[in-house]
T-cell receptor
Framework: GENVEQHPSTLSVQEGDSAVIKCTYS??????FPWYKQELGKRPQLIID?????GEKKDQRIAVTLNKTAKHFSLHITETQPEDSAVYFC???????????FGSGTRLQVQP | SAVISQKPSRDICQRGTSLTIQCQVD?????MFWYRQQPGQSLTLIAT?????????ESGFVIDKFPISRPNLTFSTLTVSNMSPEDSSIYLC???????????FGPGTRLLVL
């Protein structure tokens, strides 16, 4: 089955700086890669996703890149704000089970 | 997206008892899933709730411990049976929309077993 590794586990940045979170996956057949943001006590919220037929996708201050050859994908947040502070999870779709396998999460702290 | 509700939002239970968690969606969906999130941890898939057939369980999870029902395309239940303190966790349902790949989560049920 799919295995997803996520780094770093914690990340602290100054407000206005950029943040990058990286994930690798094991199943070369995976074709869908979402990112979720989870604030304390809340449900995971889908913030952006990418499919294997594109290499990059952008939505305002958030972008995701995908390298299928290397089997890794990254989340980029620019001009970080304190409200970006949360735990971020990457995931990959296990095409066999049609279910998501999640990374271990990154706790992002944006210092004002 | 989808409007997803879960009941109860939280509960405190005694060991040895069982709790049934409900998940309701505002529209018909093909895929429904149940996840567990232990404190400070990632999300672990328990099972895929299949409409009209038995749920598909992940390794480490069994039907006797986590029976699941999916009577229609908008509703599912997860029962945590014969609970122990190790079952203390957040239980989340999620639904697949569109092509079924894009998943949205319910608000979760926070369970504490004493």
């Amino acid at each position: 089955g799919e295995n997803v590794e996520q780094h770093p586990s914690t990340l602290s940045v100054q407000e206005g700086d950029s943040a990058v979170i990286k994930c690798t996956y094991s199943d070369s057949a995976s074709n869908y890669f979402p990112w979720y943001k989870q604030e304390l006590g809340k449900r995971p919220q889908l913030i952006i996703d990418i499919r294997s037929n594109v290499g990059e996708k952008k939505d305002q201050r958030i972008a995701v890149t995908l390298n299928k050859t290397a089997k890794h994908f990254s989340l980029h947040i620019t001009e970080t704000q304190p409200e970006d502070s949360a735990v971020y999870f990457c995931a990959a779709l296990d095409t066999g089970r049609r279910a998501l396998t999640f990374g271990s999460g990154t706790r992002l702290q944006v210092q004002p | 997206s989808a409007v997803i509700s879960q009941k109860p939002s939280r509960d405190i239970c005694q060991r040895g008892t069982s709790l049934t968690i409900q998940c309701q969606v505002d529209s018909q969906v093909t895929m429904m899933f149940w996840y567990r999130q232990q404190p400070g941890q990632s999300l672990t898939l328990i099972a895929t709730a299949n409409q009209g057939s038995e749920a598909t369980y992940e390794s480490g999870f069994v039907i006797d411990k986590f029976p699941i029902s999916r009577p229609n395309l908008t509703f599912s239940t997860l029962t945590v049976s014969n609970m122990s303190p190790e079952d203390s966790s957040i239980y989340l349902c999620s639904v697949g929309k569109g092509d079924g790949e894009t998943q949205y989560f319910g608000p979760g049920t926070r369970l504490l077993v004493l």
